[in-house]
Each structure stands twice: as C-alpha cells, then as structure tokens.
C-alpha cells in the first residue's frame, strides 16, 4: 500500500488585510478566498495547518542586499517622500508601491517558503504548500513586477543545506527571472520557466539560449512560449522535458512557483490554459516522489486564482472534490456557475506553431544531453536552519548574461549594475505590467 504523503500548509488570516491600492491588479485578498474554498472542501483535515512566523531581517538579508532590506523595514505610505532617492534606487512605482504593513506581509510570506523548506529539510513533511509565496522577479537589491522580496530564493538556500541539487520550476505566465539570476552561474541550482516571450512582454528575459554561465552552463533551462498556449501545446513540452530534466539532474528536492496567470481568462495572462492542464504540471511532478515546496505567484483574475490553487491542493492531498463549490464568506464571487471549473476559451487561436513546439523540445533536450549526470557537491558540516553562508562569484558583466530580447529592447536600463557579494547576480530587469487596473469586487 503506497504510504500518503505528508502535506504542511500555511496561511496566515492577515494576508487578507493587505492592500497593494485599488487600482493595483495584485490582490492579497485572493488568499483568503482560497483558504476559505480549502476550508470548504474539508482539505484542511488533510494536511498540517501551520500560520507562518515572520522572516527576521537577518534571513531576508541571506540573498537580498542589507540596505535594501532595512530600507523595506522603515520605509511606509507616510515617510515615502522622505525617501525619493531610495525609491528610485530600489525600483518603487506604481507597480510595486509603498503601502501599509509592506514589510510584515514580505516577512509573511517568506517566511511561509522558508519554514516549509524547513521542514522538508527535517522530513516533517513531504510536500509543503504556500499559496501566498511565489514572488519570483525580486531581485537582490530591488523590487520588480509587484514582487518585494524572493522567497523561493530563500527557500531554495535553505534547502541547499540539506541537498546537494534542487530543481525549480516556474509555471507563471511571466519568466521567473529573479531566481535564475540568483542561481545563474551555479550547478547546485537548475532553474526551468515555461512563460511567454516576445511582443515586449513583461519581464522580457527568458529567451531559449538564456542557460546559465560558468558552472551553471546549461542549468538555467527557458521555454519561451506564445499567446494562445493551451494544455496540449503546454503539455507538449513540459512532460519530456521535466522527464529528462529529473532523469539527468536527479535533484533532492523541488521548489515549484505556480503562478495562476497561466490560465485562461487571467487580467495580465495571454494563456489559454484550463484549469485541469494547470493542474497537471503539479500532479505530473508530484509523482516523482521528491520533497516539494509548492507556492503561488501571478495570477489577476482573483475568483479563477482561488480556483486554481484550491484545486491544486486538492491535488496534493490526493482528495476527489466536487464541482460545486462549498459555500463559504466569498460564495458571490464565484457567480453564476459557483463551480470549481476554470474552462479554456473556445475560440483562442494558439500561436505556436507545431514546427515552434518541436524545436524548443528538440533544443532543451540537447541543452541537457550536454549533462551527463547529476554534479557532484562536495557537502560540508550543515548550518543551523536560518543561516546560509554567503558566496562570492566572479560576476560576468550584465551585457553577457541577459537575453539578447532584453538588450535590444532597452529592458536591462544602462544604470543597472550589481552588488558585491551573495548568492544573487545583482539588480536587473524593469517593473512589472502598469497599473490602472479596476478591480469591481473591491
């Protein structure tokens, strides 16, 4: 009889008070619409149910910059204009703003990612789920695309202690570019994103020949895909290539940032993927037995989100739900159907092209027969949970190391540069979408 795995959730109730601005398309408020949907279906009675503590400062500062991190600490909607310099310095604008309790909710959520990467680590559990971390374009001395602080870096440090590989993987509909650039130039780390690439959109990195730098070569895998990417075209590519990846990395443990914006009707997505394809990837790579830390990310469509990662736990958990959503506090949201289902557009054309599939297959596969084997690491004495040593890398100038999308499109700005020491690869990349967005449930 196989054994069920051990599934760690946290949530903590104050994520629905946080409040990025009504206009602002990245809603908190989801995660308290999720939970309650969770809570409905009676997953709760099938997983650990923890409230995350908050990350100290001192853990925040193990990848991102010490100034950027006290900066977060005492900067609030009051005493910004004290700080125009700074703002402009760590990339503050309408998509990523200052507002009330900015920092508890980075404390928060990261420190979500962390104690689950924790208790991988100890074998408390086998899977861990945090729904309110994902926020994959942080880079280490700024913020980017609505994110403030990377807690899958800080998770994947984390688990570094304890296992010689760790695998990530980013289904978002945007590249996850702040943690490839954090792991960029290491074989510790392989980093696969499926996202969309071209037409200038948002973060513009992730072409094809972005595959990592130095003893990272060929450990930063991209599939840039096109508007219109339904299950079949999606499935097409990351089933083979996830295959090969576990075959030749063999990693340890595996963080997966499932970003909502991949589905079908998503404000900011051009996916045309369903809920049942979404769904898929989580169960296509929880089969393969590993510790994993799943997460949240993107996703704007705030009742399709809720959707999703309800029914993604449901999924973790191993539990046959039912279509029709349990009553709950955000019952109206789900009108008129008030059913778990998130279903493709019927008419959506897919712009990849059969030809485009096969190459980009045939391409990774090849990047990753350029790996014969796992790497071998050379463990040392591991340290205490929340401390990392920092590392030091001879940084490649950033003209090398970015897609050549980026460069030809003034998405890296010329004032970009990097910070001395840690793991990260320094600053990069440009906000997120505009705001302007109106939300008519809030």
């Excluded at 998509?95 to 924790?118: R, T």
């Excluded at 970015?402 to 010329?414: C, F, P």
């Excluded at 997120?432 to 008519?440: I, L, V």
Aim: with cysteine.
């Amino acid at each position: 009889m196989t054994r069920k795995n051990k599934v760690a959730y946290f949530y903590d109730s104050e994520f629905q008070e946080f409040y990025f601005g009504q206009n602002h398309p990245m809603k908190p408020h989801r995660l308290a619409m999720t939970h309650h949907l969770v809570l409905g279906y009676g997953l709760h009675k099938k997983m650990d149910v923890f409230r995350p503590r908050k990350a100290h400062p001192a853990e925040l500062a193990q990848f991102h910059s010490e100034d950027y991190v006290e900066f977060l600490s005492k900067v609030t909607p009051d005493s910004a204009t004290k700080y125009a310099n700074q703002l402009r310095q760590y990339n503050f604008n309408d998509d990523c703003p200052v507002f009330d309790n900015m920092f508890k909710f980075c404390q928060l959520y990261a420190g979500a990612s962390i104690e689950g990467a924790v208790k991988l680590n100890h074998g408390l559990c086998d899977i861990a789920i945090n729904w309110s971390g994902g926020l994959h374009h942080a880079k280490k001395g700024e913020a980017s695309g609505f994110c403030y602080v990377n807690d899958l870096v800080l998770a994947i440090l984390e688990l570094l202690k304890y296992h010689a590989r760790v695998l990530y993987i980013d289904i978002d509909v945007h590249h996850g570019d702040g943690v490839e650039e954090a792991f960029y130039l290491t074989d510790r780390v392989m980093t696969v994103s499926f996202h969309k690439y071209g037409d200038y959109f948002f973060p513009g990195t992730g072409d094809l020949t972005d595959t990592g730098e130095l003893n990272g070569k060929y450990y930063s895998l991209n599939v840039p895909l096109k508007d219109g990417t339904n299950d079949e075209t999606f499935h097409a590519l990351f089933k083979p290539i996830m295959k090969r990846v576990m075959e030749v990395f063999q990693p340890g443990a595996i963080v997966m940032q499932c970003g909502a914006d991949s589905l079908a009707h998503d404000r900011l997505g051009c996916f045309n993927m369903s809920l049942r394809g979404h769904g898929e990837a989580i169960r296509f790579m929880k089969e393969f037995g590993v510790p994993l830390l799943i997460t949240g990310g993107g996703g704007y469509t705030k009742h399709n989100v809720a959707r999703c990662w309800t029914y993604e736990t449901a999924i973790l958990t191993d539990t046959q739900v039912p279509e029709q959503l349990p009553r709950s506090d955000y019952h109206e949201y789900f009108a008129p159907d008030f059913s778990l289902n998130v279903s493709a557009h019927k008419v959506m054309d897919d712009n990849n092209s059969k030809a485009d599939i096969e190459r980009i297959r045939r391409e990774v596969l090849e990047y990753l027969r350029h790996l014969q084997h796992a790497p071998g690491v050379q463990m040392q004495e591991v340290p205490p949970d929340f401390r990392v040593p920092r590392y030091n890398y001879d940084e490649e100038p950033l003209e090398e190391r970015v897609g050549k999308y980026a460069r030809e499109h003034l998405i890296i700005r010329d004032e970009d540069g990097f910070g001395e020491g840690g793991i990260g690869l320094g600053a990069g990349g440009g906000g997120g979408p505009a705001g302007g967005y109106h939300d008519p449930y809030e």
